[in-house]
């Protein structure tokens, strides 16, 4: 659940809304008069929340077209008169992510047929210079479809000079006169598509940008790879659109049209597009609420990284207890391995070594000599401490010499651990012999540096500052742990002379 209210937060900050509206005017002089405009349509960065129509007057029916998916309104009036068209759509554009829409794959071979076929006035694939340039690009790419293709695009999207705006959009005019207009290019590029046996086809929609007059703009989508990939050879994307393109109409490039028969005339479109304010949840997102307590990451980054040393040492403590319980490998006490790993994890490493190199050479001497007076436990382990941190002190002051200034997380970590370690292994070396005492801080240093090696990892303390819950699946293992009363690992090396005789 926290997962998921995260997401959400994460998603409502990043995502925009948009208003995209069509105001559409037209004259009906017949008895039947249509005129189908081109919904906007959704893709895996780009969600319809919103549609509205508003003219009562009119008869509205939604369609899906096929084989290209584009969804029309038709809007139809049996009265002579002027009309009026008003539609609105709210978008919502998600940047990253997405929402998990993916492209159709696959063409039969009656779409195949149709996206290949020469339409003589808008697509002459059969045009001698058409074919001319198109034994070019062969020549120049070889036999490779996909660099036919890529020469293709590049034609149409750089060597063609801008066309001026009251130039002709056909595709003969731009190989005449080698200039385009942005219409032009997209046309061209199609029918050197059809021309090579690529199915292709125009894409008309909008940019998503703030702007009161807002003008269509044409792309061009290839069935390559198994996939319809996008070109734009105005702007020169290629095989992936930019996230703020909305498609609106495929195979076509008007957005709104009337048949032939409809009997429409004096068409006015208008187009515009306003980006909506944030949600309600993003306003009041820094409005305190209990369950905020929950969230550690709206803590100062200075803390952060205190918080992630206390979090991790349950892991370390699960580690431990995993091998001292389950492997049967022996330690001083269940916390010592987790925090050695810890106090070298967010320190110097290097120096950190050398800190506890002299902590424990310091407190193994200290403690040789101190026995030797025969005092209490607690008088015996000031003594020690004391002696320790003079050590330290002038330790820390060597290295300063050196520059190799050590940092304070790796001094006093190192300093309250071994202090206590030092004492635990002078009782037991007198209660169960050094050679058990070696045993232990081997064992210690083996769990210890698998302590390290797991919770050194950035993604581990980063994934626990956030949900610090993960904790109640750690006491789980634990109790799972506590309740495990079988063989462990270790006394089944042990004992396998006894198996195998028992097997004799």
């Not at 495929?250 to 949600?279: F, N």
Request: net charge positive; glycine share 6%.
């Amino acid at each position: 659940m926290r997962h998921s209210a995260r997401i959400a937060d994460r998603t409502a900050l990043e995502d925009s809304r948009w208003r995209l509206t069509y105001d559409v005017k037209f004259k009906a002089t017949g008895s039947r008069t249509e005129v189908r405009l081109a919904l906007p349509l959704g893709s895996d960065h780009i969600r319809i929340e919103e549609e509205n129509a508003t003219n009562p007057k009119l008869t509205e029916d939604t369609r899906r077209l096929v084989p290209s998916g584009t969804r029309e309104l038709v809007v139809a009036t049996n009265q002579l008169g002027d009309y009026q068209v008003t539609s609105e759509f709210v978008l919502r554009l998600r940047p990253r992510g997405g929402f998990g829409e993916t492209p159709l794959a696959g063409l039969s071979g009656d779409v195949r047929a149709r996206y290949t076929a020469e339409v003589r006035t808008i697509f002459p694939t059969r045009n001698s210079d058409v074919q001319a340039l198109l034994n070019q690009a062969k020549e120049v790419s070889g036999e490779s479809r996909g660099a036919i293709l890529q020469w293709i695009f590049e034609h149409c999207s750089r060597d063609l000079k801008p066309a001026p705006a009251n130039a002709n959009d056909t595709v003969l005019g731009a190989l005449r006169d080698q200039t385009a207009t942005p219409l032009g290019r997209a046309r061209l590029m199609v029918t050197l598509c059809r021309a090579a046996d690529f199915p292709a086809r125009l894409v008309t929609g909008f940019e998503l940008r703030q702007q009161d007059q807002l003008t269509p703009h044409t792309w061009v989508e290839v069935f390559s790879e198994g996939v319809w990939l996008p070109f734009d050879p105005v702007y020169g994307h290629a095989r992936r659109m930019p996230n703020e393109f909305v498609a609106a109409r495929r195979d076509g490039e008007q957005i709104v049209r009337t048949p032939r028969a409809a009997m429409a005339e004096a068409i006015e479109t208008k187009y515009s597009i306003v980006r909506l304010g944030p949600s309600n949840a993003v306003i009041n997102r820094a409005k305190p609420r209990p369950s905020q307590v929950f969230n550690l990451t709206r803590l100062p980054v200075e803390m952060h990284e205190v918080l992630k040393l206390l979090l991790l040492l349950p892991f370390g403590a699960l580690i431990t207890a995993f091998f001292r319980n389950i492997v049967g490998i022996p330690t001083f006490g269940t916390f010592a391995p987790a925090l050695f790993a810890v106090s070298f994890i967010y320190a110097d490493w290097g120096s950190g070594l050398m800190i506890l190199a002299v902590v424990f050479a310091a407190g193994l001497i200290g403690r040789a000599i101190v026995g030797r007076l025969q005092l209490l436990m607690v008088p015996r382990l000031s003594i020690i401490l004391t002696v320790i941190i003079l050590c330290v002190v002038f330790g820390v002051s060597a290295l300063d010499y050196l520059n190799l200034t050590p940092s304070a997380n790796a001094v006093l970590l190192p300093l309250v651990i071994v202090t206590v370690l030092i004492e635990r292994f002078y009782v037991t070396t007198e209660e169960d012999g050094i050679g058990y005492s070696l045993q232990l801080i081997a064992g210690t240093i083996a769990v210890g540096a698998v302590c390290f090696t797991i919770l050194s990892w950035k993604e581990v303390g980063d994934l626990i500052l956030v949900y610090p819950e993960i904790h109640l699946i750690t006491v789980a293992l634990f109790i799972a742990i506590g309740r495990y009363a079988g063989y462990r690992i270790v006394e089944l090396w042990r004992f396998r002379d006894l198996v195998k005789a028992q097997d004799a």
